[in-house]
Each structure stands twice: as structure tokens, then as C-alpha cells.
């Protein structure tokens, strides 16, 4: 037998923490990002572009005004020159600000995809013929459906499916994992990416995809954001900034007339000169939202990309924060992916010894991992070693979905061991007794939440073997946390509702579907779904593909089946199912971080109207002078201070921009009084003692 | 600020508070067209109205034909009080004999009365026969209320309702909300009146001669009729110039109490009826206290200026402080059978309903006692606001608070069950910004505007020669009319002659765009709630009950008036209160 290096079972200590650095994390100021992102900065001036973010352009086009009214005061020399320029100047910074931090955010997907693109190398690919030689074409050259052999120590042409053999592969690649998984056909394991790389063994591989459109390109192409479209909240939040802007084009338009007005009536000073009602219009507006809505967006995606999971759409990553039940799978996700074999339990006269002996016998054969536990424990308890059984006449009977049983046929005994009801046919029929005993003991067995094996000898019980699954630990807070935040969690099995029920109270899930076929999983969707509900799933299978499809939040595992990725709008590189959870936290963290922005933002005006309608007005209403609560020492001083601080907050927002305003698994109203304090109330308060330092310092510096 | 000031205004909001569950439970029996004390006695009449309007009260609208059926009902009825008006010397009843009113005016009038504004550019016992003010004006007074609570429910059915194409029919509404709510309420508030001498006759105008010999010509009318439809409708228009500081109107301290009742009892009731009709009752007080709050806030602010007066007034020798004998404080344009207390509520609860009735002179106001209404105006008449239009104006910033701050609990904004997307935020930023843009650049431009000779618009210079004011006060006084058109109020600063062509197109303009620019995506709003699923409540839904949401309402409410008007504002009443 080769060596297989079985997949590593993800610990629930690894994500016991919330929105934990994914694997691909990165430093948020990479030298190689910042310096791209400066020139990229530039470049995003163009209004041809620009137009598409209403606040920036708006920024933009009351900079090329100024800049326009500079040039003339250039060259009338008018008095003032200084102050105008320092205002055209942060004007200008204000939107290079802006578009530095959506090329801050874009520039960490480029970075991302220039890596995935180095590993996109031209290899060769060994295409099997019809009469079983083998033809060595370029990679580019295979099309759908062509079948290639890969032997150990080659990189695989394309995406597909293994349709023959084993073989552990290197995906590091794509996943950044270095242990290596096992591949192999038929399953839910047979899907393989282009790129990767088998380690040992060799496989046929059916290849899915044609050149161009595999799963690396598709991956460039999401990391790159050559496919970003705006999400739904992000578009109508566009609307509602846009909206806001318009109103206050309106207010400082208008407060012309009202000045001319004023300046008439009272017959001193004189109107605010079209460079000071620019910078109350740039400060009034939604600035720090404006500029920085597209960098959390896709700083999201990246977040999301960081911990592994490749999301086809950011719509799906913005579902993902409105999920209201999570269907998580039970195996692999809730317990450890196998069930162990914990006890034996032997039938009225037959021993202890006896019984492990029988159920060893009848498992050696069996490679499943239920299968080998039972071959442990016996060794484990009894000490009863793996036999070699060349020696004797042994036939092995597989399991089949007929019989539901599997064993051996060693020597003349026939062991066997299977379900409870196939035991008692196959027992009865030979004309032999299911003691009631052994029936107690397999209906305790489930009632615990575990798998009873029943096994006979001939037309004899010995006994049963209990299989427990195992609850990963960890997940009963999880799911409590989850329940805080409103999530429904639904486990999903094919176990029989008895033990689905124990299970489910152990793991401490709301819910749970028994039995589950495909069909059930894909009704409950609907279910859910019809009285308004979001779900998230997770799936591998071929046979989820149908639920992965109908879900809002479908998270195939990059092992499963090509058809499983395709019709998930998530694919978890790491193909662990428990990341769902975190998902959902990416996806309320991205709109959690677009409504605290919104909301500093709009709070932050009330202080710069205090800095700049009692400056406007010194010398036509002197008694406006009361309004200037921050004692901000002159008025252009004071208009100056407030435009340098629109344009820094952008600048010092852009890491909470990328990194996402922390969060933590709250109840709405735990959440919302918290940031509505923090940025709410705090967007109120904080530009006050800001913008009285820039005027200080303005001051100090001589600058104004 | 008096005991006796404070105990007046808790026992009005005490009874405004109490009345809200029986009056909000009886418009809901109404308006969902289920059995009530009134269904025997006016169901017949009901019908027979269906019948003969050829309506089929079985069939519901969606929001489109509810639009084009409330905006042909408008038109039709604005044309007919236009003609009324420009042929009222050929109609009966004009016992004064006034001529035709003028184009610009009868359009003005018409387009004021047509949206619930009721501003009057004109004086009106010494411009309009009884046979205009009777049929013309009181019938708008009550369609046009009627109207508002229609399209109100109309979006509650939004709310309330799942997978829906419909949000009613806009004519059983309106007959409904006349027949069992209007009608009765103003028959008895009109009986009510009249017992405490508030007129009701046909006479001809009684000249009498004063003490001095002088010779007075004192209007006479149907005026209690008007009176309580113009309350409980919120509409304000008044039968005599002086609106409700007239005696004929208004006469003793209690019809004016009454009055006050009238103009929050319908708008109160309504956010009772707004928690029924969606089936939490928590929803619909949060809604009323947070315009309890804004309400009290602003009687508060009315009240503590009036009652301290100004500088001015103290350097003039005026005794500011309250005495036995002596109200104190700013007693200018106020009368002295009402008080400071009574002005300021009067004037606060006009203006937090587009009521616009005025028992006192806002112009008089001291600046920052003045901003109250002015600034409760241009919040959109949300607190209690008026019949129907304070509630979805309520609903509309809900809309919005709950999209700006929704988003910081990680969900798409849902506000009860309903999530709020690109189609509900268009339309309440539309809404927003049609007020915010009438207001602002009507004013704006008159505050500027030149007339050359011989214009058809306006006496010739700048607009504001109109003005009795110069300075601050004239900037408010500007701000004022085009605020209180647009927000539909009606209520005048005065200080302004409005009666030429300019203000009255304008300001008739700022009112039609007023009312219906804000219904029409209001009701778009309606048609795509009622779309939408329900979303289920779960620990993770935004809670809007609570007093979390009702401040966060407030804020929002606040903070969008603020920054939209405050530079307009900076250079109005608050620099005038800087500079005293």
C-alpha cells in the first residue's frame, strides 16, 4: 500500500477566533502596494472614470474651479494668493486621498493575482488516446473532456475530475496549504485544479474546463477585480450619498444669494469668494464615505480572499452578512469527520474478547475510517492485532447498499456486521435469534446520538459495536454566538432522527434535518427561503450542487466536485466547512464598516459648520463670532483647518477602510448602540479638537 | 416661565396622549372598512356614495393608479375652486360684493388650498364671498386632509403587507376618511364653537361706530363651520386675516385649547393606527415618542424665549418677568386672553403639524423663539405633522435612519420586516431633496431677485421691497413664506406682501411641488414595500422600538434639517438673536 498523508483535521482551535488572520494575510502597507497605489492615485483623476463616485467628482470638479481662480489670481496678483493655494491644494489632496485608498485596496488583489499568475507556467500534458497509448500535447491545447494521466512529481494541465487512481497532491498553489490531500475518483473528493501538483501516485484526469476560463483564470480575473460590480447596499448607499451631496450643493449655492442678500442689507463686509464656498461645499459633503466605499468593498472581497475563500461575486460576500440560517453539514462540520468506535457491547453469552475478535475479522478489509477505529479499539482494549490473512481462505464482502452489511467470510465463519435490521434479516434467515438484549443496547446507542454496528457470526449475535461521532469542541459556543446574532443554525445528516437529536443537543444546534437527501436539503432551502429568509450552505458533493445553487450563500469545498464549485457562488480553498461562520462575520464587517462610515461621516459636518459659517461672515456679521466655539484664531485660518481635516480623516480612515471596523458576534441592539456611539456621537465630537490642532498649528507654522 | 404656563401645556399633551389609543383604534376600524359606532348610521350614505361615484369598493389600486387618481382629484377640484374664485361676483352669497380675484391670486389660492397649505396672500373678509369660503375652501379643507390620510395608510399597507400589488383604493379612502372621521369631528367641534361664540351667519358685514366715533366694519360669516375643519384637518386657513387671534375665531382661552387639540388629534391617533394596522403596537409609540420629543423640545425652546423676551425690550422699559398682574416676556403680536404660554404652544403645535393656523404674530416672535416654527417647518412636519403627511413624512426619515444606521449592525437596513434597498432610499432621498431644493432656491432667489419696469411679475427693483423688514429679520421673513409653502403649512411670518404675481406663483409653485413631488415617491415607496417579503425577526433584526431607535429618529430628523438650512438659518433668526 502507498503512503497516503491523510488531510489534516482542522482543529477547532484554529478558528476558535472570530475574523482570525486568514493564511494569505498580508501587511496592510506593503512598500510594493503603497508605491503602486501612489501612482494609481494620480491616474484615477481622470473625470472620465471619476464620474462613477458622485462625492470625489464632485471634490474634483470644485478643485479644477479653484484651480482655474488661482491662475487668475496668479496673474492679477490679487492679495490673499497664499491662503487660496493652500486650499487649492488640499482640495486636490482631498480627492488623491480618496483614490489612494480604493487603489490601496485594489492594488492587495493585484499583488494577489501576480502571484497566482507566476504559478500559471505552460506544462505539458500527457492525453491519453483512445487505444490507451498516451500523446504529450501542450497544456493549452486540452479541451473539455480530454483525459490526461499524471504521474507523481507532475504539475496537472487543467481542472477535472479524477477519473481513476489515487494520489496525494500539492494544492499550495491555490490554497497556500502545504500539506498535501489526497485525490482520488469517484467520491467527493475527485475534483483537481490546473496548476497543482501530484506529490505520489498517479491519476486520469477528466479535464472540465476548457484553456482560459479554469479555475486559476477565474480566480485572477475575481482577486483582480476585473469583475467588480457594486453590491446592492453599496448601490444604495451610492444613491443615499449622492442624495446628500446634492443637498448640500444646494445649501452653499444658495447661501450665496443669502450672503449678497445679507451684505446688502447690512452694508458691510463682503460675499465669500467662490474659492470659500468650494471648501464648505467639499467639507459639507460625504467626503470620508465617498472615498472610501469602494476601498471597503473591496477590501472585503480581499478579506474574504485572505482567509481562503475564493467569492465569485461581492454580492454574495454582502449575503453573506444578511444570512438568517446557516445549513451546516454534521459531518466535518459540527463533528469530526468520522465516527469512532468506542465500545463494545457483547451478546449474552459471548465475551468481550470474542466479540472485538469478530468485529477486527469483519473490518479488516474495510478502509473506511469507521472501519479502521473498530480495527484500533480492538487493538487498543484487547490487544488483538491486525492479522495477516493471506494465509487463510478469506473473502471479503464489501458493503452494499442491498445488503447493508459488509464482513468476511474467513475459514468457514461467516462475520458479519452492518445496521441493526440488516443483522436481525441476514440472523433470522438463517434461522437464528436477535436476543432482545442486543436490541436494547443498539436503541441506547442511538438514543446517545451514536451508530450502533451489530455483529454476527453465522446465524449468531455477538454483539455491537458503538460508533460515536464526535462534536468538534468549540462549536457549542459557537452556535450559542451565532443565536445572539439572529442565525438559525440547521444541522443537516443522514442519520436516523434519534441520533440526529443527540447530536444535534450536544453540538447545540437549533435545529437539524435527518435523513437528509439532497432533495430534503434542497425543499428546506425553499422553505426557508419562501418566509423570507437568507441560508447559507456548505456543500461538496455533485449532489449538493442543486442546494448549492439555490442557497443565497452557497460554499462549495475546493475538494468536492467541479459541479459542487460551479454552482456555489463561494468556493473555501481550504475545504473546511466550519469557515462558514466566519464568512457570514466578513460579510456583516463589510457592511458594518460601510453604515459606522456613513455615520462619521454626516456627524462630522455639524463641527465644520462651526469652524466655517462664523468665518464667511466676521466682517458682515461680527456677532457670528459666537458661533466659533473652537476660538479658532482667524478666518481662513479657520476655513483652512477644516478642509486639511476633511482630507486627512480620509487618509486616516483608509486602514479601518481595509481592515474592516472590528466585530464582534452581537446582538443588533448590543451592535447598534455601540457604533452608534462610536461613530455617531464620536463623529460629532471628534473633529472638534481636530480641526482646533490644525488651526494651532496652521498658526504656528505661519501658515494662516 | 409660569406654574401656570407649564401646567397648561402638560394637561394639553396629557389629553393629546390619552386620546391617541381611542382615536387611533376607531381610523383603524374606518379605514380597513370594518364595523364601528358610526357603520350604522352613515354606512347607507357610504354606499350611495359608491354607487353613484360609480366606485367599486372591493377593488384595490396599485400605487400608480393610486397616484393618477389622487393627482386627477387634486386637479379637478384645484380647477373648480380657480374658477370659483376668478367668478365669484356672477355667484351668490357675496353679500360684500367682492369682484373677481386675480389670476396669479386664484392660482395661488387654488394650488395653496388643493395641498393642505392654506397660505392666504390676501385678506380674506375683504376678498372672498361666503359662497368661496363655504364651498370653495372647506371643501378642499377636507379632501385634502382626507387625501393625507389616504396616501398615509397607503404606505402603512406597504409596511404591513407582503407579495402585494395593491396599496388600496385611493376614492374608498377618501370617502371613508371624510365620512366617519372628518365629518362627525368637525360637526361637533363646529356645534362646539359656535356655543362658545365663535359666528355662524349669512349677515352682511355690520358697520358700527367705536367710542372715538370712528366708523368699524366688522366681517361677519359662516365662520364656525370653517373653523373646526381648518384645525382638525390641519389646514389653517383662517376665515378673517387675523386666522385664529381673531375673537370671531378663536374666542375664550378654551376654543383655544380646543383648537390646539384638534390640530394633533387626528396625527396623534395616527401613529396608533400606523401600530395596529402592522400588528406592533411598540412600533407606533416609538414613532410617537420621538415626535413627543421634538414636540416638547420645541415648546420648550418657544416658550423660554418668549417668556424672556429681549434686550430690546428690557432697554424700553418693558417688565420682562411674569407677575400676577403681568404676563412679562415678549408680548408683542400675542393676545392677551391666550398669554405667552398658549402662544408658544399654539404656535409650536401649527408648525409640528402643517396646520399653519396662528393665534399670534410669528414675525413678533423674539428671533430664536421665531426659529421654533420655522425650523419645525423645514424638519418636514413630522412631529404629529399633519393629517397623513406627518405621518409618512415620519416614516419617510425612519426610512432613512434606519438605512444610514442599519448598516452598522452588519445587515441590509430592514425597518419592520421590510428590507430598505436602492428603490426605498431613491425615492426618500428624492423626497428630501425636493423639499430642501423649493425651499432654498425660491428663497434664495427672491432674496435677490430685481424687477425691471413695467414687469408683469412684480412692482419694479428687488423683490424684497415686499419686505416690511430689512437685515436678518427680512432674510427670515423670506425663508418663512417659502418654507411654509413648501412644507405646507400656510402659516405666514407676515412682514411680507405676498399678493403680487412673483410670491403668489412662486409661492403656489413651492406648494404643489411640496405636497405632491414628496407623495408621488412616498407612494412609490408604498408599491414596492408591499412587494416585498417580510423578513422574520431574529436577535439580529435592527430593533426600532426602544428609546435607542427614538433617538436615533430624533438625531436623524435633527441633523438632516440642521445641516441642510443651518447656513440659511446662521443668517436669519440666529444672527438676529446674536446681534441683540
Redesign the interface.
Known sequence: MPTLVAPEIETPAADAQFLAKGKRARKLFDAAIVRRALTDSFVKLNPATLYKNPVMFVVEVGAAVTTILLIRDAVQKTSGFGFDLQIWLWLWFTVLFANFAEAMAEGRGKAQADNLRKTKTESMARRLLSGGATETVPASMLRKNDIVLCNAGETIPGDGDVVEGIASVDESVITGESAPVIRESGGDRSGVTGGTKVLSDWVKIKIVSNPGETFLDRMIALVEGAQRQKT??E???N??I???T???L?????????????VT??GSGYMPSIIVLVS?LVC?IPTTIGGLLSAIGIAGMDRVMQHNVLAMSGKAV?AA??V?TLLLDKTGTITLGNREAVEFICAEGVSEAELADGAQLSSLADETPEGRSIVVLAKQKYGLRGREVADHEATFIPFSAQTRMSGVDLDGRRIRKGATDSVRQYVEHQGGRFPSQVLEATEKISRSGGTPLVVSEDSRVLGVIHLKDIVKGGMKERFAQM??????TVMITGDNPLTAAAIAAEAGVDDFLAQATPKDKLDLIKKEQS???LVAMTGDGTNDAPALAQADVGVAMNTGTMAAKEAGNMVDLDSNPTKLIEIVAI???L??T???L??FS??N??AK?FAI?PAM?QLT?P??G??NIMHLHSPQSAILAAVIFNALIIIALVPLALRGVR?RPL???A???R??LI??LGGIVAPFPGIWAIDRLLGLAGLA | MTLNGWLQIALFFGLILACTKPMGLFMTTVMEGRKNWLTRALSPLERFLYRICGIDSTVEQRWTQYAVSLLMFSLVSALLLYLMQRMQQMLPFNPQHFGAMTPDLSFNNAASFVTNTNWQAYTPEATMSYLVQMTGLTMHNFASAAAGLGIALALVRGFAR?SADTIGNFWVDLIRATLYILLPLSIVGALFLCSQGVIQNLHPYTVATTLEGAKQTIGQGPVASQEAIKMIGTNGGGFFNANSAHPFENPTPLTNFVEMFFIFLIPAGLTYTFGKMIRDMRQGWALFAAMSVLFLAGVVTAYHFEQSGTPLLARNGIELAATDAQSGGNMEGKETRFGIANSALFATATTDASCGAVNAMHDSFTPLGGLVPLFNIELGEVVFGGVGAGLYGMLMFAI?AV??????????PEYL?KK???KE??MA??A??VL??SI??F???T??IQFAKNSYWNAPGPA?ASLTN???H??SEILYAYTSATGNNGSAFAGLNANTPWFNITIGLAALVGRFLMIIPLLAVAGSLAKK????V??????TH?P?FVS?LV?VVV?VG???????L??GP??EH??M
Open positions: 446592492p447596499n448601490i444604495a448607499l444613491i443615499m449622492a442624495g446628500l446634492l443637498i448640500f444646494l445649501a452653499v449655492v444658495t447661501l450665496a444669494p443669502f450672503a449678497s442678500y445679507s442689507s447690512v464648505l459639507l454582502e452578512g444578511d438568517n443565536r445572539v446574532m439572529g442565525i438559525r418566509s423570507g429568509r460579510g456583516k464587517q457592511l458594518i460601510r453604515g459606522s456613513t455615520t454626516i456627524a459636518d455639524v459648520y459659517i461672515f456679521y456677532a457670528l459666537r458661533l466585530y446582538s443588533a441592539g451592535l447598534l448602540r457604533n452608534l461613530y455617531g | 407582503q432613512l438605512f444610514i444606521a442599519g448598516l452598522m449592525v452588519g445587515r441590509t420586516g430598505i434597498e436602492q432610499v431613491k432621498m428624492l428630501l431633496l430642501a431644493s432654498l432656491l428663497s434664495g432667489t432674496s435677490v424684497i430689512s437685515g436678518p427680512g432674510l417579503r417580510q423578513v422574520p431574529s436577535a439580529g433584526t435592527f430593533p426602544g435607542l436615533l438625531g441633523i440642521a445641516l441642510t438650512f443651518f447656513p440659511a446662521s443668517l440666529i444672527v446674536l446681534l
